[in-house]
């Protein structure tokens, strides 16, 4: 699976919006972007994903580079729930291939 | 969505004893499950790939003989840890792939610690 780079930890005031970036340089055609994110003590949580066009769900949106070599995860408005670890990964579509997590963003939300 | 429960979220273990760890995947069938570890403060580890019928497939530097993989149905897979020592002590998650597009669900953890 290609790498991906992430910021170690951004943080964030509650109620307003959050980019958070990923660098994927090596991304190949056929990778998707996958975003998790995980609070303490619990497994990864699906966020979003997308391979060429921004996104939009009840969660965030992902925004995605015309080259594909970098994303942007956003939170519209943050709130205290969503301080977490984000995950930004690539996966090739309909493989069965292992997800290999990167170090992660470390989301602080203040109050 | 697709759910994955994992049992028990949490273990203690006396050294030298052995743990089951039980994924089950809710609403779908999972061909395919992966196990995680977690120390502190970290990322998510690899350590095998899990296929319904056929032999787990491990990370390397795993061993396969001290953590036992069987999926046994399209829906459970179970690991083992035999022997447990301290250092097994961690947070084991277990996921599967479901859903028409294939997303990645996680357990909610199994928190082990070994005394």
């Known amino acids: 699976d290609a790498k991906t780079t992430q910021p170690n930890s951004m943080e964030s005031n509650e109620e307003e919006p959050v980019h958070l970036p990923c660098n994927h340089s090596t991304i190949s055609g056929t990778d998707y972007i996958h975003w998790y994110r995980q609070l303490p003590s619990q497994g990864p949580e699906y966020v979003i994903h997308?391979?060429?066009s921004n996104v939009n769900n009840r969660m965030a949106s992902l925004a995605i580079a015309e080259d594909r070599k970098s994303s942007t995860l956003i939170l519209h408005r943050a709130t205290l729930r969503d301080a977490a670890v984000y995950y930004c990964i690539l996966r090739t579509w309909g493989a069965t291939n292992k997800l290999i997590f990167g170090t992660g963003t470390l989301l602080a939300v203040q109050p | 969505g697709a759910v994955v429960s994992q049992h028990p979220s949490w273990v203690i273990c006396k050294s030298g004893t052995s743990v089951k760890i039980e994924c089950r995947s809710l609403?779908?069938?999972?061909?395919?499950m992966f196990w995680y570890r977690q120390f502190p403060k970290q990322s998510l580890m690899l350590m095998a790939t899990s296929n319904e019928g056929s032999k787990a497939t491990y990370e390397q530097g795993v061993e396969k003989d001290k953590f036992l993989i069987n999926h046994a149905s399209l829906t459970l897979s179970t690991l083992t840890v035999t022997s447990a020592h301290p250092e097994d002590s961690s947070f084991y998650i277990c996921?599967?792939?479901?859903?028409?597009?294939?997303?990645?669900?996680f357990g909610s953890g199994t928190q082990l610690s070994v005394l």
């Open positions: 997308g391979l060429t």
């Open positions: 609403d779908f069938q999972a061909t395919t």
């Open positions: 996921s599967a792939i479901g859903g028409v597009d294939e997303k990645l669900f």
